[in-house]
């Protein structure tokens, strides 16, 4: 069964720091990767996805992942964080038509 | 621009009520899927829809059902709600194509159990 972890449950930066999030995953499949954003009160909103092809995928907001067979592993950037960053970040693997989800991690962002 | 509307953001009921939460989506996806959040838990599925009519169970079905009559429209019930099952509740839809496709979801419903 496919599986993912998310290291830390909560991430704390400044303001203009990188922003490094954590996720590995398992799977026996070539997996389809996706990273997506809560905001307080909100749903979530798809940040970025792997299928296939490149391994460094871009996203919304400036923030990109790098999709690591080696390492299983599909770590979610930021150079520079901003305030409006501050929400929960949540990882997620396929299984045909189902996703399944990390814990989540909350970034804290300080001025 | 893709919209899943859940009927309400926030909800209070009382232990042994029918509890219904409705999910519209207007952008013609044929999966549709409930999800409950919990701190330190993430998202967990309780149940998902590929076709009207249609429902498989997820990870945590007891204690709920599902109806989907129309397309659009993807209700979860709670039978007889219990304070267990005080929590945010999420729905999503998503298509049909080769390979996996992103989940658009709504804006949730936290439904409190007294």
């Known amino acids: 069964a496919q599986s993912v972890t998310q290291l830390g449950s909560h991430v704390s930066v400044s303001e203009g720091a990188l922003v490094l999030l954590r996720c590995n995953y398992s799977s026996s499949v070539p997996p389809y990767l996706f990273w997506y954003v809560q905001y307080p009160n909100q749903g979530l909103q798809l940040l970025l996805k792997?299928?296939?092809?490149?391994?460094l995928v871009k996203g919304i907001n400036g923030f990109e992942a790098e999709f690591k067979k080696s390492e299983t592993s599909f770590h979610l950037t930021k150079p520079s964080a901003h305030m409006s960053d501050a929400a929960e970040y949540f990882c997620?693997?396929?299984?045909?038509?189902?996703?399944?989800f990390g814990t989540g991690t909350r970034l804290q962002v300080f001025p | 621009d893709v919209k899943v509307t859940q009927s309400s953001r926030y909800l209070v009921k009382r232990t042994g009520e029918k509890v219904f939460l409705e999910c519209v989506q207007d952008?013609?996806?044929?999966?549709m899927f409930w999800y409950r959040q919990d701190p330190g838990l993430g998202l967990r599925l309780i149940y998902f829809s590929y076709d009207v009519k249609m429902k498989e169970k997820g990870d945590i079905p007891e204690g709920y059902s599902v109806s989907r009559e129309k397309k659009e429209r993807f209700s979860l019930i709670l039978e007889s709600a219990s304070t267990n099952q005080t929590s945010m509740y999420l729905c999503?839809?998503?298509?049909?194509?080769?390979?996996?496709?992103?989940?658009?979801f709504g804006d949730g419903t936290r439904l409190s159990i007294l």
């Open positions: 997620a693997v396929s299984e045909t038509d189902k996703l399944i």
């Open positions: 792997y299928t296939t092809g490149a391994t």
């Open positions: 999503a839809s998503s298509l049909i194509r080769t390979g996996p496709q992103p989940q658009h």
């Open positions: 952008m013609d996806h044929e999966n």
